[in-house]
């Protein structure tokens, strides 16, 4: 049993009293903007996943299991039930790895709760303020209970989304503390098949499983008690063992939001976060000196080992590995001005070009960086120094600390709705793209965001 020092009544039942006091009223206007911008986000990686066999797939189960209902699976032009489109939605915003993830906790919250509080606000024909207030507390929970778990982001996400369905639903305090417990019951994962097609169901999953928590608690069903700090509970099972006292997790929750501090990334390119600063750095380089792919004679990338350990696929043999291969976003770039999506299809992968460059790149860890069990936290530094050596014996290089995208140097609003409208061109008209970021943007006074579920769906 995890020693928390929270007053009478546990973890669980203050967090789930957090979840039911919290109000839009009460929130900064910089965490409502950033929630929207995260939403924005999600809605922009699911229609951009909607075209991949794997959604299809995903997809094609979720018609097979039945359930017809309401609630709108993204890029798919059909409905079904809240369960299962949390399941596909979720599966489809993280699984070309463009979805937001809190700095340095490698944690993904909106792949989670999003689809969560559409699919309920959808069924219930819900206000803009409510599905709001809910995904704000549902992503707070979940990175606030993620940095005290050694486990993968799914088993917070599961507790996130509980609590996010929970308001939704109208819980009483008896019912949230019921649903957190049924979550931590479901809660779980591996992190083996990240680099696989299989990556995203863990937070499919994690969303199914939250939903589903809050559904059965609606109808009475007990959960276990203290069931993230007692005995057994998810503390005991998948904590990280660095020391985090509960209670001070509970002085912080909304002081302040994670999504502020350490802030959210919302990703330029569709790959581990850890290969931004590298992309940037080699942009700048091209964008600087003006050469061209065939000048190019050698590449040295120098990055902390705690990059090199998050991006272990020198020579990818996919797109799956190449999203976690620096040697390769580094050689699209040179190729393409910036790697997209098109740019981790198998066929670019394998295109003789890029193992031509590929070749050419050579990784090593920075001088600074130390030893690998010296870092002092996860991805605590993602600095990286490009230097690039062209055919004539000329040097360059450049260092970026931060990359476009992350809390330093965040996406713009221009930026973020670029994205929308470079994942979403293939499945929604122009007016329908124009007619999604409207409704997001004013969020605040949607009477009812069905018609913004109904746009999603293509």
């Not at 039911?20 to 910089?30: A, E, F, Q, R």
């Not at 589903?212 to 057994?232: H, N, T, V, Y």
Request: net charge negative; proline share 6%.
């Amino acid at each position: 049993m995890v020693q928390t020092g929270v007053s009478e009544g546990g973890f669980t039942h203050h967090l789930a009293r957090f979840a039911l006091d919290h109000t839009l009223g009460d929130l900064p206007s910089p965490v409502g903007d950033a929630s929207i911008n995260m939403m924005i986000n999600a809605a922009a990686a699911a229609l951009a996943g909607a075209s991949q066999q794997e959604s299809l797939t995903v997809t094609q189960f979720v018609q097979d299991m039945g359930g017809n209902g309401k609630c709108t699976v993204i890029g798919m032009g059909l409905r079904t039930s809240p369960v299962n489109a949390a399941l596909a939605n979720g599966a489809m915003i993280h699984l070309l790895d463009f979805d937001d993830e809190i700095a340095g906790r490698g944690i993904h919250p909106s792949a989670v709760i999003f689809p969560v509080v559409m699919a309920l606000a959808e069924m219930n024909g819900d206000t803009g303020k409510a599905v709001l207030n809910a995904f704000t507390v549902g992503c707070e929970i979940t990175s606030k209970v993620g940095a005290m778990l050694s486990s993968p982001d799914s088993a917070a996400g599961a507790v996130g989304a509980s609590a996010a369905a929970g308001l939704m639903l109208g819980l009483n305090q008896e019912q949230m503390e019921n649903a957190l417990g049924l979550a931590c019951g479901g809660a779980g994962g591996v992190n083996a098949g990240f680099a696989s097609p299989s990556r995203a169901l863990p937070q499919g999953r994690a969303a199914m499983n939250g939903m589903s928590a809050a559904l059965l608690a609606e109808k009475d069903l007990i959960g276990p008690g203290q069931a993230i700090e007692g005995p057994g509970g998810l503390l005991d099972s998948y904590g990280s063992g660095n020391s985090i006292d509960p209670s001070q997790v509970l002085s912080r929750l909304a002081d302040p939001y994670d999504v502020l501090q350490p802030g959210i990334i919302l990703k330029a390119y569709p790959c581990h976060s850890a290969a931004h600063t590298a992309i940037d750095a080699t942009m700048q380089l091209v964008q600087q000196y003006q050469f061209q792919p065939g000048q190019v004679e050698s590449v040295r990338v120098e990055v902390p080992y705690a990059t090199l350990q998050a991006l272990p696929y020198a020579d990818p043999r996919d797109g799956w590995e190449a999203r976690y291969s620096l040697n390769y976003v580094v050689a699209a770039t040179l190729l393409y001005g910036q790697p997209l999506l098109e740019q981790f299809a198998d066929s670019a992968v394998q295109d003789p070009a890029a193992r031509d460059m590929l070749g050419r790149v050579m990784v090593a860890p920075s001088e600074s960086s130390g030893a690998p069990d010296q870092d002092s936290g996860r991805f605590a530094s993602l600095g990286c120094t490009v230097s690039l050596w062209l055919f004539g014996g000329r040097e360059i290089s450049h260092r970026v600390e931060f990359a476009r995208g992350f809390p330093d140097l965040p996406l713009d609003s221009d930026e973020l709705d670029a994205k929308f409208l470079y994942c979403s061109r293939y499945i929604l008209p122009p007016d329908h793209i124009d007619g999604a970021i409207g409704q997001f943007r004013d969020l605040a006074n949607v009477v009812d965001v069905t018609g913004l579920a109904s746009i999603l769906g293509g």
